[in-house]
């Protein structure tokens, strides 16, 4: 008998941590879900990375590309060379092009949603603080000129290479730490719907219906 009782309470122990264990879990998974039903999930997955390639264009080495074509970002090199980034990049209705200097670099940034942002979801709280994992901007961030776009990391790099911003274009974190290393205040960026593929040089028209320009680059 004092066997079925010791028995009995083991199974009963088991399945109470068993229900705490689900607790606690289904409350991380709440929290996860609050930021991405909102700003498009969070996970782990990357099936892109960043790679050099041959990229001759009429840029001096340093400056930074931005293809939305492309959804890759470029840092000229010397010699003809880039470091090509997969990134998010900005859905067709928030499309924009120019050239911006990078006006800060922010390590760990802090992000505080816009009002119209508020105003489709009034859960969103007023700000998230720079090196919490839910942070849409992820570890670090480089600012544009003076518009509210950056190039900064994310808190779902399984978006990456998708069209999914409000403007921003979004890099894996450990990408946006290499290229905010490499990067320096003062920095031209160039943001442009062309298309870097390797061909012969032409004009046509890329699924987006962004005019390309067609470059020489490997990648």
Same mark, same amino acid.
């Given at each position: 008998m004092k066997q079925i009782n010791r028995l009995l309470k083991s199974v009963a122990f088991g399945a109470l941590a068993a229900a705490?264990?689900?607790?606690?879990?289904?409350?991380?998974?709440?929290?996860?879900? #609050? #930021?991405?039903?909102? *700003? @498009?999930?969070? @996970?782990?997955?990357?099936?892109? &990375?960043?790679?050099?390639?041959? *990229? +001759?264009v009429p840029y001096r080495a340093g400056t930074i590309i931005v293809s939305i074509g492309d959804a890759r970002l470029y840092k000229i090199l010397p010699g003809g060379k880039?470091? &090509?980034?997969?990134?998010?990049?900005?859905? @067709? +209705?928030?499309?924009?092009?120019?050239?911006?200097?990078?006006?800060? +670099?922010?390590?760990?940034?802090?992000?505080?949603p816009t009002a119209s942002m508020r105003r489709e979801n009034p859960d969103l709280p007023p700000y998230v603080k720079g090196g919490d994992p839910r942070n849409p901007l992820g570890v670090r961030a480089l600012y544009l000129g003076s518009t509210l776009y950056r190039i900064h990391g994310t808190d779902a790099p399984e978006l990456? @290479? +998708? &069209?999914?911003?409000?403007?921003?274009?979004?890099?894996?974190?450990?990408?946006?730490i290499d290229l905010y290393d490499r990067t320096t205040v003062g920095t031209k960026v160039v943001v442009t719907g062309k298309k870097f593929v390797t061909a012969s040089i032409t004009a046509a028209m890329n699924d987006s219906g962004f005019g390309q320009d067609v470059f020489s680059a490997n990648n």
């Open positions: 705490i264990g689900m607790t606690a879990a289904a409350d991380s998974s709440s929290a996860q879900s #609050f #930021f991405s039903s909102f *700003l @498009g999930g969070i @996970g782990s997955d990357r099936p892109l &990375s960043r790679t050099t390639v041959d *990229l +001759k880039a470091i &090509s980034y997969p990134i998010a990049i900005p859905t @067709g +209705k928030a499309f924009w092009s120019g050239v911006e200097p990078v006006s800060r +670099k922010t390590v760990n940034p802090r992000w505080t990456i @290479g +998708k &069209s999914v911003s409000r403007g921003c274009i979004r890099m894996y974190n450990e990408d946006v």
